[in-house]
């Protein structure tokens, strides 16, 4: 296991149409994260899984968006009639349970909305 | 108003020259990250900091954490053109496992 993959790289769609990412997490790793990033901006978090269990959702993760981590392993983002505010790089990482760990982060999805 | 400051913004150094960059709190840090980010890419982990004083090298990389843990500074000694990229503080306080806060980030370019 080479670290966090995340799929696909780049993805262009026409606003209104869905779309949805897939992330792997390290395979002992039973937290994930999901992060949204724009140009010229720091990683805003938008929700997070411990095993399959989601535990917390930012304000920015509106009814639009919604994450699942059906079995506790891999998690997918959707994100339902897509605006071109959804525009940005879509991050995922994950860690061990525990204080302080080291958050490992994917490649990112970059989305573009036309 | 912004929970982590970076500065500068964006920083052009001639290889070989040494730099730092700041990151600033507007409350206590219970742990800081920091991290490097190719443009398009993901984050790389390079050090977390927890305690109050700490300091923690990697290779031509040195960051530290103030006693106060409001601040966190990264000094590269020596810059490489593979160096360069942007480096981002994400700051931990303890209220929600993982979630952290980032600064906007520091562009920085080593010219050869």
């Known amino acids: 296991d080479t670290g966090v993959s995340q799929n696909p790289r780049h993805k262009i769609t026409k606003r209104g149409q869905n779309v949805t990412f897939r992330c792997d997490p390290i395979?002992?790793?039973?937290?994930l994260y999901w992060y949204r990033q724009t140009l010229g901006q720091g990683p805003e978090f938008l929700t997070y899984?411990?095993?399959?269990?989601?535990?917390?959702k930012s304000r920015l993760l509106s009814d639009r968006f919604s994450a699942e981590r059906p079995k506790g392993s891999f998690s997918t983002l959707e994100i339902q009639r897509t605006e071109q505010g959804d525009s940005a790089m879509y991050l995922c990482?994950?860690?061990?349970?525990?204080?302080?760990?080291?958050?490992?982060f994917g490649s990112g999805t970059q989305l573009s909305v036309l | 108003s912004q929970e982590l400051e970076q500065s500068p913004q964006s920083l052009i150094v001639q290889e070989g020259k040494n730099l730092t960059i700041n990151c600033t709190s507007s409350?206590?840090?219970?742990?800081l990250y920091w991290y490097k980010q190719k443009y398009g890419e993901g984050l790389i982990f390079l050090m977390m900091?927890?305690?109050?004083?700490e300091e923690k090298s990697h290779e031509k990389i040195t960051a530290k954490l103030d006693e106060k843990k409001q601040q966190s500074s990264l000094h590269i000694t020596a810059s490489q053109p593979s160096h360069a990229g942007i480096y981002l503080c994400?700051?931990?306080?303890?209220?929600?496992?993982?979630?952290?806060?980032f600064g906007k980030g520091t562009k920085l370019s080593v010219k050869p």
């Open positions: 990482a994950s860690s061990l349970s525990g204080t302080l760990e080291k958050l490992f």
């Open positions: 899984f411990q095993n399959e269990a989601q535990l917390e």
């Open positions: 994400g700051a931990d306080y303890g209220g929600s496992q993982g979630n952290l806060i």
């Open positions: 395979s002992e790793h039973n937290r």
């Open positions: 409350k206590t840090l219970y742990g």
């Open positions: 900091l927890q305690k109050g004083g």
